[in-house]
Protein backbone atom coordinates (compact mmCIF):
# COMPACT_ATOMS: atom_id res chain seq x y z
CA UNK A 1 0.00 0.00 0.00
CA UNK A 2 1.58 3.61 -1.26
CA UNK A 3 2.68 5.84 1.96
CA UNK A 4 -0.04 8.44 0.90
CA UNK A 5 -3.07 5.85 0.92
CA UNK A 6 -1.74 4.21 4.31
CA UNK A 7 -1.83 7.53 6.15
CA UNK A 8 -5.22 8.19 4.88
CA UNK A 9 -6.59 4.57 6.46
CA UNK A 10 -4.72 5.99 9.62
CA UNK A 11 -6.53 8.86 9.58
CA UNK A 12 -9.99 7.49 9.12
CA UNK A 13 -9.10 4.70 11.89
CA UNK A 14 -8.09 7.72 13.91
CA UNK A 15 -11.22 9.67 13.85
CA UNK A 16 -13.59 6.44 13.64
CA UNK A 17 -11.68 5.78 17.47
CA UNK A 18 -11.86 9.33 18.23
CA UNK A 19 -15.95 9.29 17.62
CA UNK A 20 -16.46 5.72 19.73
CA UNK A 21 -14.44 7.42 22.47
CA UNK A 22 -16.95 10.50 22.65
CA UNK A 23 -19.91 8.20 22.15
CA UNK A 24 -18.64 5.95 24.85
CA UNK A 25 -17.79 8.78 27.26
CA UNK A 26 -21.60 10.01 26.62
CA UNK A 27 -23.57 6.77 27.11
CA UNK A 28 -21.60 7.08 30.39
CA UNK A 29 -22.52 10.61 31.72
CA UNK A 30 -26.16 9.72 30.38
CA UNK A 31 -26.08 6.74 32.56
CA UNK A 32 -25.33 8.24 35.52
CA UNK A 33 -27.34 11.31 35.16
CA UNK A 34 -30.18 8.64 34.88
CA UNK A 35 -29.28 6.59 38.16
CA UNK A 36 -28.71 10.44 40.14
CA UNK A 37 -32.05 10.92 38.96
CA UNK A 38 -33.58 7.92 40.01
CA UNK A 39 -32.02 8.05 43.35
CA UNK A 40 -33.21 11.93 44.15
CA UNK A 41 -36.57 10.42 43.60
CA UNK A 42 -36.58 7.33 45.99
CA UNK A 43 -33.93 9.03 48.71
CA UNK A 44 -34.14 12.86 48.77
CA UNK A 45 -31.71 12.73 52.04
CA UNK A 46 -28.88 12.23 49.88
CA UNK A 47 -29.10 15.87 48.15
CA UNK A 48 -28.33 14.10 44.67
CA UNK A 49 -28.45 16.51 41.46
CA UNK A 50 -27.59 17.00 37.72
CA UNK A 51 -26.56 19.46 35.50
CA UNK A 52 -25.41 20.14 31.71
CA UNK A 53 -21.44 21.52 31.94
CA UNK A 54 -19.69 21.92 28.84
CA UNK A 55 -21.23 19.35 26.57
CA UNK A 56 -21.13 16.66 29.22
CA UNK A 57 -22.78 16.57 32.85
CA UNK A 58 -21.66 16.93 36.43
CA UNK A 59 -23.12 14.20 38.21
CA UNK A 60 -23.33 14.53 42.12
CA UNK A 61 -25.34 11.42 43.50
CA UNK A 62 -24.22 12.29 47.05
CA UNK A 63 -21.45 11.93 49.97
CA UNK A 64 -21.03 8.17 50.62
CA UNK A 65 -22.06 7.13 46.93
CA UNK A 66 -19.71 5.97 43.80
CA UNK A 67 -20.43 8.65 41.53
CA UNK A 68 -19.74 12.15 42.51
CA UNK A 69 -17.86 14.11 39.19
CA UNK A 70 -18.26 15.70 35.98
CA UNK A 71 -18.14 13.11 32.83
CA UNK A 72 -17.85 13.94 29.43
CA UNK A 73 -17.21 17.64 29.71
CA UNK A 74 -15.07 19.57 27.87
CA UNK A 75 -14.87 17.10 25.02
CA UNK A 76 -17.63 18.61 22.71
CA UNK A 77 -16.94 22.51 24.13
CA UNK A 78 -14.26 23.70 26.58
CA UNK A 79 -14.34 23.75 29.75
CA UNK A 80 -14.88 27.45 30.63
CA UNK A 81 -13.59 29.11 33.72
CA UNK A 82 -17.17 29.23 34.90
CA UNK A 83 -17.80 25.35 33.81
CA UNK A 84 -15.17 24.90 36.66
CA UNK A 85 -16.22 27.74 39.14
CA UNK A 86 -19.85 25.63 38.58
CA UNK A 87 -18.53 21.94 39.32
CA UNK A 88 -16.44 23.49 42.79
CA UNK A 89 -19.78 25.13 43.98
CA UNK A 90 -22.32 22.49 43.64
CA UNK A 91 -19.41 19.82 44.64
CA UNK A 92 -19.41 21.72 47.89
CA UNK A 93 -23.16 22.06 48.66
CA UNK A 94 -23.85 17.91 48.01
CA UNK A 95 -20.35 17.80 50.10
CA UNK A 96 -17.86 16.20 48.06
CA UNK A 97 -14.90 16.81 46.40
CA UNK A 98 -15.18 18.39 42.93
CA UNK A 99 -13.69 16.02 40.42
CA UNK A 100 -13.50 16.27 36.87
CA UNK A 101 -12.81 13.13 34.60
CA UNK A 102 -10.10 14.03 31.95
CA UNK A 103 -9.77 11.83 28.82
CA UNK A 104 -7.69 11.47 25.57
CA UNK A 105 -10.09 13.42 24.07
CA UNK A 106 -10.61 16.38 26.36
CA UNK A 107 -9.44 19.88 24.24
CA UNK A 108 -6.07 21.37 25.40
CA UNK A 109 -7.69 24.40 26.27
CA UNK A 110 -10.15 22.25 29.27
CA UNK A 111 -6.79 21.04 30.20
CA UNK A 112 -5.62 24.36 30.65
CA UNK A 113 -8.15 26.00 32.54
CA UNK A 114 -8.19 22.59 34.77
CA UNK A 115 -4.56 24.12 35.46
CA UNK A 116 -5.39 27.33 36.10
CA UNK A 117 -7.92 26.50 39.02
CA UNK A 118 -5.58 24.32 40.51
CA UNK A 119 -6.68 20.96 39.25
CA UNK A 120 -3.95 17.91 38.30
CA UNK A 121 -4.78 13.81 38.43
CA UNK A 122 -6.00 12.23 41.08
CA UNK A 123 -3.59 9.53 42.07
CA UNK A 124 -4.74 6.03 41.55
CA UNK A 125 -7.67 7.45 39.91
CA UNK A 126 -6.77 6.05 36.36
CA UNK A 127 -9.91 3.79 34.51
CA UNK A 128 -9.30 1.72 31.55
CA UNK A 129 -12.03 1.67 29.05
CA UNK A 130 -12.74 -1.40 27.18
CA UNK A 131 -15.35 -2.58 24.22
CA UNK A 132 -16.23 -5.49 22.87
CA UNK A 133 -17.49 -5.53 19.38
CA UNK A 134 -20.69 -7.47 19.11
CA UNK A 135 -21.56 -8.56 15.74
CA UNK A 136 -19.18 -11.54 15.83
CA UNK A 137 -20.07 -13.14 19.37
CA UNK A 138 -20.06 -17.41 19.87
CA UNK A 139 -23.62 -18.86 19.73
CA UNK A 140 -22.65 -20.47 23.06
CA UNK A 141 -22.04 -17.75 25.70
CA UNK A 142 -22.76 -20.51 28.93
CA UNK A 143 -20.05 -21.59 31.51
CA UNK A 144 -19.86 -25.03 33.07
CA UNK A 145 -21.90 -25.36 36.04
CA UNK A 146 -22.69 -21.66 36.21
CA UNK A 147 -26.13 -20.73 35.74
CA UNK A 148 -27.40 -16.93 35.14
CA UNK A 149 -30.70 -15.99 36.20
CA UNK A 150 -32.01 -12.11 35.93
CA UNK A 151 -32.77 -10.43 39.51
CA UNK A 152 -36.41 -11.40 39.17
CA UNK A 153 -36.04 -14.75 39.28
CA UNK A 154 -34.43 -14.45 42.70
CA UNK A 155 -34.65 -10.95 44.86
CA UNK A 156 -33.30 -7.27 44.28
CA UNK A 157 -32.23 -8.12 48.32
CA UNK A 158 -30.65 -11.38 47.34
CA UNK A 159 -28.38 -9.04 44.27
CA UNK A 160 -27.89 -6.87 46.94
CA UNK A 161 -26.14 -9.11 49.71
CA UNK A 162 -24.34 -10.61 46.87
CA UNK A 163 -23.18 -7.48 46.05
CA UNK A 164 -22.17 -6.48 49.24
CA UNK A 165 -20.26 -9.50 50.50
CA UNK A 166 -18.16 -9.24 47.04
CA UNK A 167 -17.28 -5.81 47.59
CA UNK A 168 -16.56 -6.10 51.14
CA UNK A 169 -19.28 -3.75 52.43
CA UNK A 170 -19.02 -4.25 55.94
CA UNK A 171 -20.41 -1.20 57.57
CA UNK A 172 -23.31 0.06 57.67
CA UNK A 173 -22.48 2.96 56.19
CA UNK A 174 -21.09 1.15 53.18
CA UNK A 175 -23.91 -1.12 52.85
CA UNK A 176 -26.28 1.71 52.99
CA UNK A 177 -25.04 3.67 50.09
CA UNK A 178 -24.61 0.76 48.17
CA UNK A 179 -28.00 -0.72 48.75
CA UNK A 180 -29.34 2.84 47.91
CA UNK A 181 -27.02 3.08 44.84
CA UNK A 182 -28.53 -0.68 43.60
CA UNK A 183 -31.91 0.35 44.02
CA UNK A 184 -32.00 3.17 41.60
CA UNK A 185 -29.88 1.02 39.22
CA UNK A 186 -32.64 -1.37 39.02
CA UNK A 187 -35.16 1.30 38.28
CA UNK A 188 -32.82 1.90 35.26
CA UNK A 189 -31.96 -1.73 34.47
CA UNK A 190 -34.67 -3.60 35.48
CA UNK A 191 -34.14 -7.42 34.57
CA UNK A 192 -30.23 -5.80 33.30
CA UNK A 193 -29.20 -6.62 36.51
CA UNK A 194 -28.29 -10.45 36.88
CA UNK A 195 -26.81 -13.07 39.49
CA UNK A 196 -24.79 -16.15 38.82
CA UNK A 197 -25.82 -19.32 40.61
CA UNK A 198 -24.51 -22.83 41.17
CA UNK A 199 -25.62 -25.03 38.69
CA UNK A 200 -26.11 -27.88 40.91
CA UNK A 201 -27.50 -26.40 44.53
CA UNK A 202 -28.59 -22.71 42.86
CA UNK A 203 -26.69 -21.06 46.11
CA UNK A 204 -25.63 -17.35 44.85
CA UNK A 205 -22.14 -16.62 43.29
CA UNK A 206 -21.97 -13.23 42.20
CA UNK A 207 -23.79 -10.75 40.24
CA UNK A 208 -23.52 -7.84 37.65
CA UNK A 209 -25.75 -5.35 36.15
CA UNK A 210 -26.36 -4.22 32.12
CA UNK A 211 -27.29 -0.51 31.46
CA UNK A 212 -28.37 -0.06 27.75
CA UNK A 213 -28.03 3.11 26.10
CA UNK A 214 -27.77 4.38 22.48
CA UNK A 215 -27.21 0.64 21.58
CA UNK A 216 -23.85 0.41 23.60
CA UNK A 217 -24.72 -1.94 26.58
CA UNK A 218 -22.79 -1.13 29.95
CA UNK A 219 -21.20 -3.64 31.99
CA UNK A 220 -20.70 -3.02 35.58
CA UNK A 221 -21.67 -3.81 39.39
CA UNK A 222 -19.80 -6.99 38.86
CA UNK A 223 -18.81 -8.88 42.14
CA UNK A 224 -18.16 -12.43 42.88
CA UNK A 225 -18.46 -14.00 46.86
CA UNK A 226 -14.63 -14.35 47.41
CA UNK A 227 -15.21 -18.00 48.20
CA UNK A 228 -16.48 -18.65 45.01
CA UNK A 229 -13.48 -16.88 42.90
CA UNK A 230 -11.57 -18.87 40.61
CA UNK A 231 -14.33 -20.98 39.05
CA UNK A 232 -15.05 -18.72 35.80
CA UNK A 233 -18.06 -16.83 37.89
CA UNK A 234 -16.76 -13.16 36.33
CA UNK A 235 -16.23 -14.82 32.79
CA UNK A 236 -20.08 -16.23 33.23
CA UNK A 237 -21.21 -13.00 34.18
CA UNK A 238 -19.58 -11.02 31.48
CA UNK A 239 -20.29 -13.23 28.59
CA UNK A 240 -24.14 -13.89 29.70
CA UNK A 241 -24.78 -9.74 29.44
CA UNK A 242 -22.88 -9.34 26.28
CA UNK A 243 -25.21 -12.02 24.81
CA UNK A 244 -28.25 -10.09 26.45
CA UNK A 245 -26.99 -6.86 24.49
CA UNK A 246 -26.39 -8.47 21.32
CA UNK A 247 -29.97 -9.71 21.45
CA UNK A 248 -31.19 -6.29 22.61
CA UNK A 249 -29.65 -4.75 19.34
CA UNK A 250 -27.10 -3.25 20.45
CA UNK A 251 -23.86 -2.89 18.61
CA UNK A 252 -20.76 -2.58 21.43
CA UNK A 253 -20.65 -3.51 24.87
CA UNK A 254 -17.79 -1.34 27.19
CA UNK A 255 -16.79 -1.90 30.49
CA UNK A 256 -14.23 -0.05 32.68
CA UNK A 257 -11.41 -1.40 35.10
CA UNK A 258 -8.71 -0.19 36.90
CA UNK A 259 -5.84 0.02 35.16
CA UNK A 260 -3.34 -3.13 34.66
CA UNK A 261 -5.54 -4.84 37.14
CA UNK A 262 -6.57 -8.55 37.10
CA UNK A 263 -9.91 -7.54 35.80
CA UNK A 264 -8.33 -5.93 32.88
CA UNK A 265 -6.56 -9.24 32.01
CA UNK A 266 -10.05 -11.35 32.26
CA UNK A 267 -12.20 -8.85 30.31
CA UNK A 268 -8.99 -8.55 27.25
CA UNK A 269 -9.37 -12.62 27.03
CA UNK A 270 -12.75 -12.62 27.23
CA UNK A 271 -12.30 -10.07 23.69
CA UNK A 272 -12.55 -7.17 25.02
CA UNK A 273 -10.30 -4.39 23.88
CA UNK A 274 -8.83 -1.23 24.92
CA UNK A 275 -10.14 2.35 23.81
CA UNK A 276 -8.81 4.47 26.13
CA UNK A 277 -7.47 5.51 29.83
CA UNK A 278 -9.07 8.35 31.76
CA UNK A 279 -8.30 9.80 35.26
CA UNK A 280 -10.19 11.72 37.62
CA UNK A 281 -8.57 15.15 38.01
CA UNK A 282 -9.76 17.34 41.32
CA UNK A 283 -8.45 20.35 43.17
CA UNK A 284 -5.04 19.98 44.90
Known amino acids: MPIAERKTVGHHWLMEQAALIARLELVDALNAVAFARALSEQDRSWSSETQAVAGGY ?6 GLYVNRAIATGIAEPLRAADIDLVLRRSAAVGVRAEIEVTPLTRPESRSALRTHG ?21 DLSRPGIRVVRVSERSLEEWQAVSAQGWGHDTAEDRRAADAFSRAAHTIDGDGMIIALDEDDGRSLGCASL ?40 TVAVTTTAVGGASERNVRRLGFGTTHIKQTYSRH
Do not use: N
Not at 122 to 139: E, F, I, K, M, Q
Not at 213 to 230: F, I, Y
Open 58 to 63: LVLCGR
Open 119 to 139: FGPVAGSGTSVHVCRLDSLPS
Open 211 to 250: TIHDEVATLGGMSTLPAERGRGVQAALVLHRLGVARDAGC
